[in-house]
């Protein structure tokens, strides 16, 4: 019997089973660098099954870069990093041409851009020139050089780790950069009793020198496939039209969430459903999900942010209001 519209898909075993080795997998990987940030990893593998980019920002020395290092680490993918500097150079990420004296001619030398996962550290240090040299390979997965253009390698995944733009040294990443990432998280500080079993963990030496590659880019293509296939009621699709939607038309936000973010947390919820085991989505993955999905996305007037205002307290607000459709599913 045909699928219905308002029937949801139930994944064939090969695709669950896929998603629930690569979650399993990875969560347990990382959390071995990663201590009692379960919520975040969950985030990083969410953004990582959209195909998407990741952006990190908190104070320095939170453990931002070892969770990138520690991603990257959990997949069998080739692995770049980039520590971004003020005088970084355009060329310096995306790759120059060169004259080859043996060949008489100019040939493409590749920068760091041309790996499958690469870590941009501190990208947030380095001019808006420089910042904006990823805005191509991040939406297209290419590079253009001199009317060339160039492909990247599949996977391709960027992860940014920032610091907070009010600190001295920085430059605040242009609106369409910040758009171009799926998701921003941030890791925030441990509890005193979390930091004495860190220190525990760490008294031999560090945790991130045993982990090995969990995921290959195989199992990688095919969860990311499967997720697609998570099922999403049309109520569901609405709200989340809704809630976009307020962001735009609210009189302390200068800028609301584009239509990329509509799609981006459209397939986000479906990743986070597929990770917790379901084949359908329900109305807390959305909310979960609205404010690392939503809130980079948002300027402020300049008057709402001087009233304490922020861009997440925003998104938790109309989370509070808006009307939650009310979800039903058989078995």
Known sequence: MARTDDEPIIAGVGAAEVVTRVAEAFMANVSRAIVNKEDEIRLCLVTLLCEGHLLIEDVPGVGKTMLAKALARSL???????????DLLPSDVT???????????????????FAQILLADEINRASPKTQAALLESMEERQVTIDG?????PKPFMVMATQNPVEYSGTFPLPEAQL????????LGYLS?????????????????LELQPV?????????????????????????????VGRTRGNPEVALGASTRGTLNLFHASQALAAVQGRSY????????LAEPVLAHRIILRPNAEMQ????????????EREHVPQMAYDG
């Open 76 to 86: 069998d993918c080739t692995f770049r990093r980039i520590q971004f500097t003020p």
């Open 95 to 113: 790759g120059v041409r060169a004259f080859n004296q043996k060949l008489n001619d100019f040939e493409f030398r590749p920068g760091p851009v």
């Open 148 to 152: 060339d253009t160039h492909p990247l």
């Open 179 to 186: 758009d171009r990432f799926l998701m921003k998280v941030r």
């Open 192 to 208: 005193e009793k979390e930091e004495a079993n860190l220190l525990n963990q760490h008294k031999v030496e560090s945790p991130m």
């Open 215 to 243: 995921v290959s880019p195989n199992e990688l293509k095919a969860a990311q496939s499967a997720v697609r296939e998570v099922f999403v009621k049309p109520e569901l699709r609405e709200y989340i039209a809704r809630l």
């Open 281 to 288: 989505v329900l109305p807390d993955d959305i909310k979960a």
């Open 308 to 319: 304490g205002q922020s861009a997440g307290k925003l998104v938790a607000g109309l989370l």
